[in-house]
């Protein structure tokens, strides 16, 4: 049991500059997991084909900002509208060991599955909507669609029962703190009106009856456990809101189409890592095995409380 392979989706060859095929590859990569959880890590692929052009910023049409040549032929780019291209360094990775250290803990019983996109992020942005991931590239969007169908079939394994999410990114914000994504705004966590913010754990909150608050920074929220680790970590009791003049990731596409914000029961959380914790070696694997913790602390109570018989006394 928690088994189940890594499954190679539909191939793609990636060619050399002078038309040669150096393989087939996969686009997407799954490992199967046994429970209601799901790790995605859209932004640390390696594969760059040249069949698919690189993604270029966007331009402005009737006030919205348009991707891709079709739209954006003879029209200038837009600073309104920039792409997002750098890679998020080792999240792949540390997705992976966050998950193979949550399949120890357990005791090799339970394990998360785990979504990864094996492209480029120039290639294509599966943490984007369609236009501007693909901007019009046949192969691209094909990639895009398989990996969130991906996520789909990962979530329908839950039978219709809740679940959760991950979405594993990097950042090189001023301020190297763990940013958790809920899709609040910062204003929204600055100002405390949350009333109509959009929330990607809507489901949670619904389901336990509880306050937002409780579970954006308050005693339920992961922020919390977060703080408990050592690790600091917005919003959380430590630090409720970002600073006015801090950046803060609240989170994008993946969580707002698979996360609970407008319907199911399936949240999303986007966990934005800053790079003292990724790019030494030591550091990531000491934040994977906390990071493991931290996560089981949070899911097994408010996902499958029912496995949580004796909830590992090594947490």
């Not at 046949?138 to 219709?160: L, P, V």
């Not at 950042?171 to 910062?186: A, D, N, S, W």
């Not at 949350?194 to 409780?214: A, P």
Request: with cysteine; hydrophobic share 30%.
């Amino acid at each position: 049991k928690g088994g189940g392979n890594i499954k190679r989706i539909d191939s793609i060859c990636e060619f050399t500059l002078s038309g040669e095929c150096k393989g087939r590859f996969s686009s997407v990569k799954y490992d199967q997991g046994n429970i209601n959880l799901i790790f995605a890590v859209p932004h640390n692929g390696y594969l760059k084909p040249v069949e698919i052009e690189d993604r270029r910023n966007g331009c402005k049409r009737n006030g919205k900002c348009r991707y891709g040549k079709a739209n954006c032929s003879g029209r200038r780019t837009s600073k309104d509208c920039k792409i997002g291209y750098v890679a998020d360094a080792y999240t792949q990775i540390l997705a992976r060991w966050t998950q193979e250290e949550i399949f120890k803990l357990t005791l090799n019983h339970y394990k998360p599955h785990l979504v990864i996109s094996n492209l480029y992020r120039a290639k294509m942005d599966p943490n984007r909507p369609r236009e501007d991931a693909a901007q019009g590239n046949s192969r691209a969007e094909r990639a895009f669609d398989e990996y969130h169908n991906q996520i789909k079939e990962a979530k329908n394994t839950f039978r219709g029962q809740p679940g959760l999410l991950i979405d594993f990114h990097g950042q090189q914000h001023k301020r190297e703190i763990t940013e958790i994504g809920y899709l609040v705004t910062k204003d929204e966590l600055r100002g405390g009106k949350r009333e109509k913010s959009q929330l990607s754990i809507r489901s949670l909150v619904e389901r336990k009856n509880k306050n937002i608050d409780d579970f954006l920074y308050g005693p339920n929220s992961l922020g919390k456990l977060f703080n408990e680790r050592g690790y600091e970590a917005v919003p959380s009791p430590a630090d409720r809101a970002p600073r006015k003049k801090d950046a803060y990731f609240r989170g994008g596409y993946s969580i707002l189409k698979h996360g609970s914000d407008s319907y199911g029961n399936v949240d999303g959380i986007q966990l934005e890592f800053p790079a003292k914790l990724r790019n030494n070696k030591d550091e990531r694997r000491k934040l994977a095995k906390n990071l493991a913790k931290i996560i089981a602390e949070f899911y097994f109570p408010n996902y499958e409380p029912r496995l949580c018989l004796y909830c590992w006394e090594d947490l």
